[in-house]
């Protein structure tokens, strides 16, 4: 096994932990690299705000040949886990009188002044119940074209004398696109729904979205390798997958890196293009413990985010069962998981997991990043939760 110690804070014993439970995971991990499925582990879990256990199983390159051990600061794309910063970023605006939970999206975005579009309002949004359109994927549909498709089949056709390139209306306004189900009827999984977010921001601060997050939320946190775009710094720390990445990381480091479309014509990636690592993301969730150094949210903004918002049917993904949801977070409350019934949740694809029981005081985070023959690994997500809660004494 190829196993490297982070720092910590105190020992797993003075916080009520199994140290030995930790040896467990590391073999849990272990196992599944071996199966192939995953590359590696980085984790970083903290109780009562102390990180009481922080490492990194396997290698951090996809490449046989290579076996630079990977570090438990090594950087990789939070995915979807995004979308509970970008949330917090809401509930700050929230806090500050800017908008409301209940605000319709249409009074920040005249896009959606229309039918059907002008019933969403900000919470639809957040909890997955606006009726857009789910995620490609996510319901067996091999005609279904996702949102972003169709920006970028419209951006194909987008000349520079037509002006700035509406993203907005090219997902929305295409016929036949309108909703799957008026709002609040069912809960199904729409990343373009956060993006929306992401431009609400934007409209409502006068600042990209990017910038008031960065500002706003996670350099008062001290989450110093979290960002939108990767740095050089990083980019030497980054967890390797593929080849694509492979590329892409070597880019950043030799400073022949483009913009992006997106970039260009300031499309927020706020449903699910930061990047960091697993100790930032508990710095993160401890902010919803009320043990954050600087003030991001009040007491009662943290409530309102932590609060059971929904509880709707849910097909996603071949399901069959209801789905609870709060503002931004999930709550797994449909499987029988080891921790606390009030623990929020947020998974992010290829893969990564935040989760904060207020009950027990504790944050866990940890990546696993997936190797290109595994689909979704359950055994590095759903069963390592239980793995983890399993030490709490």
């Known amino acids: 096994m190829i196993f490297t110690q982070g720092k910590v804070d105190v020992e797993p014993h003075e916080v009520g932990y199994d140290e030995g439970r930790l040896d467990v995971l590391n073999r849990h991990f272990q196992s599944i690299i071996d199966d192939g499925l995953i590359q590696c582990a980085m984790y970083c879990f903290t109780r009562h705000g102390k990180v009481f256990a922080h490492g990194a199983v396997g290698k951090r390159s996809f490449r046989a040949e290579d076996t630079t051990p990977a570090q438990p600061d090594d950087v990789r794309w939070l995915a979807s886990m995004t979308k509970v910063i970008t949330a917090t970023a809401i509930m700050k605006l929230v806090e500050d009188g800017l908008v409301r939970l ?32 789910a995620d490609s994927g996510v319901y067996e549909n091999k005609y279904q074209h996702g949102y972003w498709s169709l920006m970028d089949n419209a951006l194909k056709n987008h ?35 956060y993006m929306v977010l992401g431009e609400v921001i934007s409209k409502v601060t006068g600042q ?45 480091i030799n400073g022949t890196v483009e913009p992006s ?13 930061m990047i960091g690592t697993a100790y930032d993301m508990t710095l993160f969730g401890n902010l919803f413990l009320g043990r954050s150094n600087s003030r991001i949210l009040g007491r009662k903004g943290i409530e309102a985010m932590l609060k059971q918002r929904v509880n709707l049917p849910n097909k996603c993904w071949g399901a069959n069962a209801n789905r609870s949801y709060c503002a931004g977070f999930d709550m797994r409350l449909d499987e029988p998981f080891l921790f606390s019934e009030s623990t929020v949740t947020h998974e992010g694809a290829g893969a990564s997991a935040l989760h904060v029981d207020p009950q027990e005081d504790m944050v866990a985070a940890w990546f696993v990043p997936f190797t290109e023959n595994a689909d979704w690994v359950v055994q590095a997500l759903f069963n390592t939760i239980n793995v983890i809660w399993s030490g709490l004494k």
């Not at 997050?213 to 710094?233: A, R, S, V, W, Y």
């Not at 479309?261 to 293009?273: F, L, Q």
Request: proline share 6%.
């Open 102 to 133: 209940n605000s319709p999206v249409r009074d920040f975005l005249p896009q959606f002044d229309t039918p059907p579009y002008n019933a969403i309002n900000l919470l639809h949004l957040l909890t997955h119940t606006s009726g857009l359109h």
């Open 159 to 193: 000349k520079k004398e037509d002006g700035d390139f509406d993203w907005l209306t090219a997902a929305l306004g295409v016929i036949g696109s309108g909703v799957r189900t008026r709002p609040n009827e069912e809960w199904s999984y729409s990343s373009f729904g």
């Open 261 to 273: 479309t997106r970039e260009i014509h300031k499309m927020p990636g706020t449903s699910g293009a």
């Open 208 to 252: 990209f979205a990017h910038d008031y997050i960065m500002q706003n939320i996670i350099e008062p946190l001290g989450m110093n390798d979290t960002c939108f775009k990767l740095t050089p710094e990083l980019a030497r720390r980054s967890i390797i997958c593929n080849k694509y990445v492979e590329k892409d990381v070597s880019d950043v």
